[in-house]
């Protein structure tokens, strides 16, 4: 059932994500707007609210991780100029500022631990980290190129794993128990893109 059609726009939305009953986002390309839409709600899906802008978000967002109902990270990208890989954050729920924008093509997934540490993973080969809310990142090192990392889930800033596929779709699964300074590729009985994978217990 659509609800709160007037207030969000014609979407192709790729990613949810919730804090129980009390807030929902969804993220997705701009659909019949001018730019990314980002919606929440927070009475079970009765209503929708629109959030952010284009100062915030590239050019479509792929997916979002909330941590409270105060505060969720969202990522994406674009190829046009100053429209890069891009991540997002809001604070209080309601407004949406640009963290950090940079480089060519897409973040694809992004798992937040808090309102400070937050695992982003982008095309070609990108696993980055914060621990100060954006204002630093660190690009991890992986032990082999030539992938475009899809998603991301951790327990904690110590414990992650990624997943990717290449353009030939081979598969990688890397995970890290030491806060990204080594990673650690996983054998897989078959040869498939993998985009998405969570932990149980993990913050996805």
């Known amino acids: 059932m659509q609800q709160n059609a007037a207030a969000t726009p014609r979407s192709n939305f790729q990613r949810l994500d919730a ?14 707007s001018t730019y990314p839409v980002v919606v929440k709600g927070t009475d079970q899906g009765a209503h ?9 978000f590239g050019e479509h967002q792929i997916d979002v991780s909330a941590v409270s109902p105060a505060v969720a990270w969202s990522v994406g990208g674009g190829t046009s100029p100053g429209k890069g890989i891009n991540v997002a954050r809001t604070l209080n729920g309601q407004t949406w500022s640009l963290v950090t924008s940079f480089g060519w093509g897409d973040a694809n997934g992004v ?8 695992w982003v993973v982008t095309d070609f080969d990108g696993i980055h980290k914060t621990t100060d809310g954006g204002a630093t990142r660190i690009k991890q090192t992986v032990p082999r190129t030539g992938f475009y990392l899809m998603g991301v889930t951790t327990l904690s800033s110590q414990i992650a794993w990624v997943v990717g596929m290449s353009a030939a779709n081979q598969d990688i699964i ?7 300074a080594t990673w650690t ?3 897989m009985p078959v040869q498939v893109g993998l985009r998405r994978v969570s932990l149980v217990g993990g913050r996805r």
């Open 185 to 187: 590729e996983q054998s």
């Open 48 to 56: 929708w609210t629109r959030q952010g802008g284009p100062e915030a």
């Open 19 to 32: 804090v129980g009953w009390q807030a929902v986002w969804v993220a997705g390309d701009p659909g019949d």
């Open 111 to 118: 798992c937040a631990v808090d309102a400070r540490t937050v």
């Open 174 to 180: 890397l995970p890290t128990i030491d806060r990204g």
